[in-house]
């Protein structure tokens, strides 16, 4: 027994989160303090500009809160690294990350597919007014600043807390079990609306057992990145949708996912 109370494991898990959701409100706060202080002294048509870009002005203003959200979070992420490796090496190593490269983005591009299929034929996805704005928000940013949001800043800040602190330490502190369901859990809720709520649990639960598997931190982020370029690329090419989200474009994904998944588990 290492002697903690239940609270204070729960306040160790919790605690970066909280570390995390108030650096990215302040950061917000002061962004959007200065869009509207330049909007005040801008002439009429820097605030067309405005207006008519908002969603991408408000997307990279996202992204910069983000950044700066998880900067706290830094020091925590090398000190659960370190104490991984410590494990990792008292456990022995592990199937080299390069030869799982395959599989790993097989599974991210079919499962994300597979799962947004899956909620447009069921009608679960239109079901949700909460959601809908939320897309009409994502999809509504520039195309370029889209592929940086949803390829880059996203998958490695939201790794840098889901994974990289809040699963390492849930692992330590309970086991890798719960750490895999409950941090899966956690990243759901962190969306805020049901349909992304139930996404983000099954991509978080996936993202965490590849990082058990591998105790690299890499493979999180470049899962999470590839999911959510095939979720976000798709949506901007129709043709591609109406082939996919179809039923036996659905079976298919998920097929692959589930080969995916035998083929890692093989390895």
């Known amino acids: 027994m290492d002697g903690k109370t239940s609270f204070r494991k729960a306040w160790e898990v919790l605690f970066p989160y909280l570390l995390y959701y108030l650096a990215y409100n302040a950061a917000l706060l002061i962004v959007s303090f200065l869009v509207q202080l330049t909007m005040q002294k801008g002439n009429e048509a820097?605030?067309?500009f405005v207006t008519a870009h908002i969603a991408t002005i408000t997307g990279a203003a996202g992204g910069l809160c983000m950044i700066a959200g998880i900067l706290p979070l830094l020091s925590m992420l090398k000190r659960e690294l370190q104490i991984q490796a410590q494990d990792g090496a008292a456990q022995g190593a592990r199937v080299e990350s390069a030869e799982r490269l395959p599989a790993i983005v097989i599974l991210a591009v079919s499962v994300s597919l597979g799962l947004n299929a899956l909620f447009?034929?069921?009608?679960?996805?239109?079901r949700s007014q909460t959601y809908q704005?939320?897309?009409d928000h994502?999809?509504?940013v520039a195309f370029g600043v889209g592929l940086v949001l949803y390829g880059l800043i996203s998958p490695f800040t939201e790794e840098v807390l889901f994974r990289g602190v809040i699963y390492n330490r849930l692992r330590r502190l309970f086991g890798p079990l719960v750490g895999i369901v409950?941090?899966?859990?956690?990243f759901g809720a962190f969306h805020g609306n049901l349909v992304q709520g139930v996404y983000g649990t099954v991509m978080g639960i996936f993202i965490a057992y590849l990082y058990e598997r591998s105790r690299k931190f890499y493979i999180p982020v470049l899962?999470?990145?590839?999911a959510n370029l095939a979720v976000y690329t798709t949506a901007h090419v129709p043709a591609v949708q109406e082939t996919l989200f179809t039923p036996a474009g659905c079976a298919i994904l998920l097929t692959a996912a589930a080969g995916a998944v035998c083929l890692?588990?093989?390895r």
Request: glycine share 10%; net charge negative.
């Open 133 to 135: 704005e939320v897309a």
């Open 138 to 140: 994502q999809y509504g």
């Open 120 to 126: 447009t034929l069921t009608g679960f996805a239109e």
């Open 223 to 226: 899962f999470h990145a590839v």
């Open 182 to 186: 409950s941090s899966g859990v956690l």
């Open 46 to 48: 820097y605030t067309d």
């Open 264 to 266: 890692e588990r093989r």
